[in-house]
Each structure stands twice: as C-alpha cells, then as structure tokens.
C-alpha cells in the first residue's frame, strides 16, 4: 500500500516510521522540500520526498498538518483525495497558547469531510460523528 503524508512534523516521522516498518511505501510531502528529504533519508523502506503541491501517491492520505493549514491543504488537494482514505490527525488549538479553538462543524474531521469530495473515506479520532 502507499502513503501520502502531508506534513514533516514529529507526527508525521512517528506515522511514516510504522508505516515503512510495516512494509509500506511512503510519500512525505512538505512546504520545504529539503525537510522532506532529509525526513526521508532518516527512515529505512521505500520513502520518498516532495512539496506541497506534488500530486498525491498514495491511496491512504494522512494530513499531518497544523489546523491552521487545512484550509491550504484542501484547496491544493481537494480533488486529489476522491477514492482515498483520509486520515485526519489534526488538533484544533491556538499556535501561540495551544489553547482549544472551537470548530463551527463540531469536529475538524467533519469541517474536513464538508470541503472535499464525498466519494473520500474517511478516519477519524475520538469518534467525532463525519459524512462519508
């Protein structure tokens, strides 16, 4: 199987490290390309680097991102995620304070869910009820 994560975060690392330990190709898409790289060349499997803006590979989409940086996300990739898995790993907190922001569709996985295609699968934390 192959995994697109957006983000080169420490979320991002932990994912692709289980995701190559577990046998799968992983795709690291970041806004620099040579923090990509460099995440790539930490991790042993098949993992490759790009940017942000790079199409998406994988059939299973992780979005290791920042709340803030969905709404980029989604109008880059919107299209890109129909017949994917979406996994949502964000966290809806202030950059500066890490206090909870509150998300007008009840979750960030249903904000995400009302943006793009609805031919997306979708997982989620905690339970938060998503459209599919």
């Given at each position: 199987m192959e995994i697109t994560i957006i983000g080169t975060g420490n979320m991002?690392?932990?994912?692709a490290t289980r995701a190559v330990a577990g046998g799968h190709d992983v795709t690291l898409?970041?806004?620099?390309?040579?923090?990509?790289?460099?995440?790539?060349?930490?991790?042993d499997g098949q993992v490759r680097a790009g940017e942000?803006?790079?199409?998406?590979a994988g059939d299973v989409v992780v979005l290791a991102v920042w709340y803030?940086?969905?709404?980029?996300?989604?109008?880059?990739?919107?299209?890109?995620?129909v017949g994917k898995v979406v996994v949502d790993i964000t966290n809806p907190v202030d950059l500066d304070t890490y206090a909870?922001?509150?998300?007008?569709?009840?979750?960030v996985a249903q904000e995400i869910a009302n943006a793009?295609?609805?031919?997306?699968?979708?997982?989620?934390?905690?339970?938060?009820p998503v459209r599919s």
């Open positions: 991002a690392r932990g994912i898409l970041g806004t620099e390309k040579a923090k990509a790289e460099a995440l790539a060349q930490d991790l942000l803006g790079d199409p998406i803030q940086a969905i709404p980029d996300v989604l109008a880059r990739y919107g299209d890109q995620l909870p922001l509150a998300v007008e569709a009840g979750s793009v295609p609805c031919s997306a699968r979708w997982s989620r934390r905690r339970g938060a």
